[in-house]
C-alpha cells in the first residue's frame, strides 16, 4: 500500500519547455487535487477531480492542464513552462467529506524553471 | 473560494508551555474542520478534525474545539515540544475542494 505517490520529484525545465507531472494513489479515492506550494504563499489549488473522466478548475488554473483517464492517477502537464511556476506541487486524494474527508498528500515534487 | 482566516501567522512558545491557533471561517453550512501539520520539507498530514455536531475533541496533547456561533475554530497543543515546530492549517472546504491559507508557523524554542 503505496499510498499517494508522485513522479518525478525533481525537475529543471528550461522557459518554453513541456512536462507532465504523475499522481498515483492505491486507496480506491474519488478526488484528487494538485497544489502547489510558494513560499509564504501556503498550498494553492490548481485542479481537482471528483472523479474518473472529470476535472475541474480551481485557484490558479492558468498555465495548467490534467487528466484522469484512470481513477487512481492524475497527471498535471505544463504545455510551455514559465518561471512563476517555479515551486512545490503537490498531489493529494481523499474520499469524499461525507466518507471521512481526509487529504492524503504526495511527497511533492519539486519543479525549477530556469 | 472559501475565506480562510487563520491567526496567528506566526507563533514561538517555549518548550512546555501550550499554543492555541485559531481559525475563522464565513460560510454556515460548513460542517467538517480539519487540522493539517506539515514539518519542514514534508507533506502535510491530518492531525484532527472535528464535524459540527461535536464542540471539542482531543487526541492526547492536541485539541480542537469548535464555536459555530462565533464560526471559528481552534487548535490546542499543550506541554509543547520541539516535534510540534511545524506550520498547521485550517483548510476550508467547498463541496470537497479544499482551500489553504497560508497556516500558522509555530517555533517550539527548546
Known amino acids: 500500500n503505496a499510498g499517494v505517490t508522485q513522479t518525478p520529484k525533481f525537475r529543471v525545465l528550461k522557459t518554453g519547455q513541456s512536462m507532465t507531472l504523475l499522481c498515483a494513489q492505491d486507496?480506491?479515492?474519488?478526488?484528487m487535487y494538485w497544489y502547489r506550494q510558494d513560499p509564504g504563499m501556503g498550498l494553492r489549488l490548481i485542479h481537482y477531480?471528483?472523479?474518473?473522466?472529470?476535472?475541474a478548475k480551481g485557484e490558479v488554473p492558468d498555465g495548467y492542464n490534467v487528466s484522469r483517464l484512470k481513477k487512481q492517477n492524475f497527471l498535471l502537464g505544463l504545455e510551455s513552462a514559465a518561471p512563476s511556476q517555479t515551486s512545490v506541487y503537490f498531489c493529494?486524494?481523499?474520499?469524499?467529506?461525507?466518507?471521512?474527508?481526509?487529504?492524503?498528500f504526495g511527497e511533492g515534487s519539486r519543479l525549477t524553471v530556469l | 473560494g472559501e475565506n480562510v482566516e487563520q491567526h496567528p501567522s506566526t507563533l514561538s512558545v517555549q518548550e512546555g508551555d501550550s499554543a492555541v491557533i485559531k481559525c475563522t471561517y464565513s460560510d454556515s453550512a460548513s460542517n467538517y474542520f480539519p487540522w493539517y501539520k506539515q514539518e519542514l520539507g514534508k507533506r502535510p498530514q491530518l492531525i484532527i478534525d472535528?464535524?459540527?455536531?461535536?464542540g471539542e475533541k482531543k487526541d492526547q496533547r492536541i485539541a480542537v474545539t469548535l464555536n459555530k456561533t462565533a464560526k471559528h475554530f481552534s487548535l490546542h497543543i499543550t506541554e509543547t515540544q520541539p516535534e510540534d515546530s511545524a506550520v498547521y492549517f485550517c483548510?476550508?472546504?467547498?463541496?470537497?475542494?479544499?482551500?489553504f491559507g497560508s497556516g500558522t508557523k509555530l517555533n517550539v524554542k527548546p
Open positions: 483548510p476550508r472546504d467547498n463541496f470537497n475542494k479544499f482551500y
Open positions: 486507496m480506491n479515492h474519488e478526488y
Open positions: 472535528i464535524r459540527s455536531n461535536v
Open positions: 477531480s471528483v472523479g474518473e473522466g472529470t476535472t
Open positions: 493529494a486524494s481523499s474520499f469524499a467529506i461525507e466518507t471521512t474527508g481526509e487529504l492524503f
